[in-house]
């Protein structure tokens, strides 16, 4: 109390603020004039959208870039969360390079194609994301932009069908946020397959992609340790069978020039066939909208949307590239296949088992099935590996290494599933009849020139 009975200011209780100072604070706050009439729809949507800038800023930065930082960050956050990941220590180093060493020296009886003027690199799992991260953009960017496109067509739709008077102004305030907020959805739904794919590869190109702008030789000593403590095989053993294989698909990409851009091509082609029905987006966008939010309704949102978006409907087009890109795909794994055991069978006693080992860690890894895979289609089956390997064993019993190794330098004279299927026929000169793909692909390639 006062000394007159009065309550003094710091005496009184806690009253609410005037809700009309709160709401000028928050106009100075937020930039605007403070005198502003929110009671004017033009107002309220300004103030509407300046606040959602605040929350999720879209000034100067695309949506492509929100994608792919998004896909960094997580992918970089998930190999954190789920284990050590250091980088190559000094004897790691040695050991690699030890083993790549061998590696080239051994593989010169196995292959006619030249060693790689390349030191061998260490790489953790963070590592590799950096170093893939470029490769993995260019091939799944087209992917990336149609559907994106997509869901931005079929809200903004949904929108002007929803928006009547002055709704419409906070509809049209709301679309840049729900664009951002895909890209970022998008890039979480990718980090997390590349997240999972760092956890898995033991090499740079162990997944039987091109993903290095160079012909870097690189392993990472701390999943092929993993792959050890599992199985118990011998560790010098192990290093030396990855290294033979990343050094022999590494001078494959590296000399045959044309592979690497006949997969972006083939890539590209898929995604420019691909076909996205914004109507059918949107309904299953509302069909998946939960009735009240909460974490659980939240996620279980997130995972029924990524299933409606990454996962589209193959047309026509779309399934037969996929068809003749899983064929390369297969035959390069074929090929590093025959060529590693030429060499693990000379040099490495326990090769079969190691081999073994490692085929069961990727048939149970597969780290790209569910994120990456269905918007490209970049696998080849067990399946096809294997036959791919019987075809090339087949074709250097007949012709030799030099005439195995030969195929390749001529794009042309690449077999197809049939010959594949039936190697003696190949061999006997029976090659397939150009068809309209082959042209629309050196077109593709020879554009590119």
């Known amino acids: 109390m006062g000394q007159n009975g009065t309550v003094d200011e710091f005496d009184r209780p806690d009253e609410p603020d005037d809700p009309m100072d709160v709401l000028r604070r928050l106009l100075r706050d937020l930039g605007m004039p403070e005198d502003a009439d929110v009671n004017d729809a033009e107002v309220r949507a300004d103030l509407f959208r300046t606040m959602m800038r605040r929350m999720m800023p879209t000034d100067g930065v695309s949506d492509t870039t929100v994608v792919w930082e998004t896909t960094r960050l997580t992918a970089r956050r998930l190999v954190s969360s789920l284990g050590a990941d250091p980088a190559g220590s000094s004897r790691a180093s040695r050991q690699v390079s030890d083993a790549v060493h061998l ?264 780290p790209l099935d569910v994120t990456v895979t269905p918007l490209i289609g970049l696998s080849a089956s067990p399946r096809s590996i294997r036959e791919s390997t019987a075809f090339w064993r087949a074709v250097r019993a007949e012709r030799g290494v030099e005439g195995r190794d030969d195929i390749w330098r001529h794009p042309d004279s690449m077999p197809q599933n049939a010959d594949i299927a039936d190697p003696a026929a190949y061999l006997a000169g029976e090659a397939p009849a150009e068809d309209d793909w082959d042209n629309e692909l050196r077109r593709l390639l020879g554009s590119e020139d």
């Open 103 to 366: 590696a080239e020296l051994w593989l010169s009886d196995a292959t006619v194609l030249p060693p790689i003027p390349m030191a061998p690199v260490v790489w953790s799992r963070a590592e590799w994301i950096e170093a893939t991260l470029p490769a993995w953009k260019s091939m799944i960017e087209p992917v990336v932009t149609i559907l994106s496109g997509a869901v931005s067509e079929a809200t903004q739709s949904r929108m002007d069908e929803a928006a009547e008077g002055e709704l419409a102004d906070f509809q049209s305030a709301l679309h840049p946020f729900m664009s951002r907020a895909v890209a970022a959805m998008f890039g979480a739904h990718l980090g997390e397959g590349l997240g999972r794919a760092a956890m898995a590869t033991l090499t740079g190109t162990d997944l039987g992609l091109p993903l290095l702008g160079r012909p870097d030789v690189g392993v990472l000593p701390t999943n092929i340790t993993a792959v050890h403590q599992q199985t118990e095989l011998d560790d010098e053993g192990l290093l030396l069978y990855c290294s033979v294989r990343e050094v022999a698909r590494q001078r494959l990409f590296a000399e045959i020039g044309w592979i690497t851009p006949q997969i972006i091509a083939l890539v590209q082609h898929y995604a420019r066939e691909m076909r996205v029905d914004p109507e059918g987006i949107a309904s299953a966008m509302e069909a998946a909208v939960p009735d009240h939010l909460s974490p659980e309704t939240v996620m279980a949102f997130q995972t029924d949307f990524s299933s409606i978006l990454f996962t589209p409907e193959l047309t026509k087009e779309q399934t037969e590239i996929l068809a003749r890109l899983s064929t390369l795909l297969a035959l390069v794994e074929g090929w590093v296949e025959d060529v590693t055991q030429m060499v693990a069978g000379r040099w490495l006693p326990e090769w079969e088992a190691i081999s073994e080992s490692l085929r069961r860690h990727h048939a149970t890894a597969r």
